[in-house]
């Protein structure tokens, strides 16, 4: 595509509920980044992926975090049993090989959580 | 890790009047990028410029990384360009991350 592309565009749950959030990045970029955006806490990075290099993890605020990348492609972020304090903008970009080139951004997941 | 610094926090304009927004990072970097949020929430891509100067339009950048700050300009300033301007630079020590600085609030106002 394009660009990158994220869905939902809102996601609604309820405390306790697992969330599954997806990011589509643009094509040939094969580093991938996720990102959330929270009132209190700014912009922060939660997890890196490149090629088939082992995640940058080390963001990730809790265990209850996680994510994947299936094919070099399309990645997930699953968040168990969420709680209030990760209702954020879920932001994800790609770039090309490396951390060093430009990054683009998706146009995000707003997640509130009842 | 690395620490950015953004100013002013907020800024108001009349539109036409041209303004400087400045970033300070506290490490050397090897990437730094400058983003616009729109009222969407979506980040634009402005700049990326480790070091040097750009420009784009009535945008320019410059990264004087010897010293470590980064400023970008917006001359005749529109409405259209209210919004959040973030900094973002990855560290030269290593990482993979953009540590954002918390952004300069404008409001281009008629």
């Known amino acids: 595509g394009a660009g990158v592309s994220q869905s939902p565009s809102n996601k609604v749950t309820e405390k306790g509920k697992d969330v599954e959030l997806r990011c589509d990045p643009i094509s040939g970029h094969t580093a991938l980044y996720w990102y959330r955006q929270s009132l209190g806490q700014g912009l922060e990075f939660l997890i890196y992926?490149?090629?088939?290099?082992?995640?940058?993890k080390s963001g990730l605020p809790s265990d209850r975090f996680s994510a994947e990348r299936t094919g070099g492609s399309v990645s997930t972020l699953t968040i168990q049993r969420t709680q209030q304090e990760d209702s954020a903008v879920y932001l994800c970009?790609?770039?090309?090989?490396?951390?060093?080139?430009?990054?683009?951004f998706g146009p995000g997941t707003r997640l509130t959580v009842l | 890790g690395i620490q950015v610094e953004q100013s002013p926090p907020d800024l108001i304009l009349q539109e036409g009047a041209n303004s400087t927004l400045r970033c300070n990072f506290s490490?050397?970097?090897?990437?730094l990028q400058w983003f616009h949020q729109n009222p969407w929430g979506q980040l634009i891509n402005l700049f990326y410029i480790p070091s040097g100067t750009k420009q784009n339009g009535r945008l320019s950048a410059t990264t004087v990384a010897t010293e470590r700050y980064s400023l970008l300009y917006i001359s005749s300033s529109q409405t259209t360009d209210s919004g959040v301007y973030f900094c973002a630079a990855r560290g030269a020590g290593g990482g993979n991350k953009l540590t954002f600085g918390t952004g300069t609030q404008l409001k281009v106002e008629l």
């Open positions: 992926f490149q090629g088939n290099s082992a995640p940058d």
């Open positions: 490490d050397s970097v090897n990437n």
């Open positions: 970009a790609s770039s090309l090989v490396g951390s060093l080139n430009e990054q683009f």
